[in-house]
């Protein structure tokens, strides 16, 4: 049930600290300060390279932990829609791993990737939420999210405990490659387990999120900037915008930006620019000005040291605490989501159940 919450997507939002602790607890050990290896049965140091494909939030989930593969543990990862790479035909060598995210374990492109993958006889991973999914079956391994069952058709928590087991997956292929020694892997574990603190910390922000909504409920363009990590935001944030408040919405690499997007930018069409204070910062805030110089308005959401560097007029800037670059993606991932929730509260629309949508892709 919903409980108090006005709809699932609402309190599926609000269940995350909660979730995110189980899934973590399932991949990592707090007290001694280390990925739990039984929970990763399958050894990074022989796997040359990761083919790993997904659709809708799910690849977005893949792409961020791209960026956690390659940065910590030294490990290449191709990643591809699932409904391109099960056509694309990509040579794929047996010391690959095959990598598949996905909430409901059902959906036809990314099985029919799985599939592909296994007759090439690679070994098959799956990020998985429901546990009997035809998927999480045809898998050598199951990475399940411990997101608990979730209704609303625009994934929420599912996203964030994908995050969760990406990045505990990142840290453990980290460690099994050598490329971290035991008092960095101490330290990732140590920021992973703050998690929890940190959304608990996002959710206060809520009533921010609701005034700056309904400004959003008012325009019919929304672009959504990011770098690194806060690319793939970006491009999710759009996703959930547009998914249920019907309002149309683009995310971009930041520095895409000056190469064809930015002639759309005026004073009626918000920006919404992810800018945690790490080492993309300044780069995007140069971006930020020549959205500032066009008349732009700005929404950014950064953190205490961002607010202080970035001397730009924005329309909202929403703070969130300083924390671990690890971890800010999945941070970050809730005031997005507030936002979509309550612009499409401001828009009347059916939030748990939008139009010409459903929860599970089950066809091509
Ligand atoms: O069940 P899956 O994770 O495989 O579903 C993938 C997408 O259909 C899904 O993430 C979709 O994009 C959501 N509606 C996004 O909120």
């Known amino acids: 049930s919903k409980g108090n919450h006005r709809h699932f ?10 979730v995110i602790s189980h899934t973590l607890a399932n991949y990592l050990d707090f007290a001694k300060g280390t990925v739990r290896t039984d929970a990763t049965p399958l050894d990074f140091s022989k796997v040359d390279r990761i083919a790993a ?17 390659e940065r910590i543990a030294r490990l290449p990862v191709d990643i591809d829609v699932a409904s391109e790479f099960r056509y694309r035909e990509m040579p794929l060598s047996k010391d690959s791993l095959a990598l598949f995210v996905s909430q409901s374990g059902e959906t036809a492109d990314t ?17 998985v939420n429901v546990r009997e999914s035809t998927m999480a079956r045809e898998s050598n391994t199951v990475f399940p999210t411990l997101a608990g069952p979730e209704v609303g058709v625009a994934s929420t928590k599912a996203f964030t405990c994908q995050l969760a087991v990406l990045a505990s997956l990142a840290v453990a292929a980290a460690k099994m490659r050598g490329t971290i020694d035991e008092q ?68 971009y690499a930041a520095g895409e ?20 204070y790490d080492h993309w910062f300044e780069k995007t805030v140069s971006n930020m000005q020549e959205v500032a110089a066009r008349g732009g308005k700005i929404i950014l959401i950064t953190d205490e040291k961002g607010a202080a560097a970035s001397t730009l007029n924005t329309m909202h800037t929403i703070v969130l605490p300083d924390m671990p670059e690890i971890i ?37």
């Open 257 to 276: 930006l000056k190469h064809g997007p930015i002639a759309l930018i005026d004073e009626s069409m918000p920006v919404i620019v992810i800018a945690p």
């Open 184 to 251: 960095e892997e101490r330290q990732l574990v140590r920021e992973l387990s703050e998690i929890p603190r940190y959304a608990n910390h996002a959710l206060r922000l809520e009533e921010q999120m609701e005034t700056i909504s309904r400004d959003l409920s008012q325009v019919k363009h929304v672009l959504y900037l990011g770098r690194g990590t806060s690319y793939p935001l970006a491009l999710e944030g759009a996703l959930k915008l547009k998914e249920i408040s019907y309002i149309h919405a683009e995310g």
């Open 53 to 69: 494909s997904a659709c809708g939030t799910a690849f977005y989930a893949g792409l961020i932990g791209k960026y956690w593969f």
């Open 328 to 364: 800010a993606p999945i941070i970050y991932a809730l005031p997005i989501q507030m936002l979509a929730y309550h612009t499409a509260v401001f828009m009347g629309t059916d939030v748990d159940q939008p139009r010409n949508l459903a929860k599970s892709v089950t066809v091509e």
């Open 9 to 18: 997507m609402e309190k599926e939002i609000h269940e995350q600290p909660e």
């Open 111 to 127: 099985l029919a990737s799985l599939r592909y993958c296994k007759q090439q006889g690679l070994k098959i991973g799956t990020i």
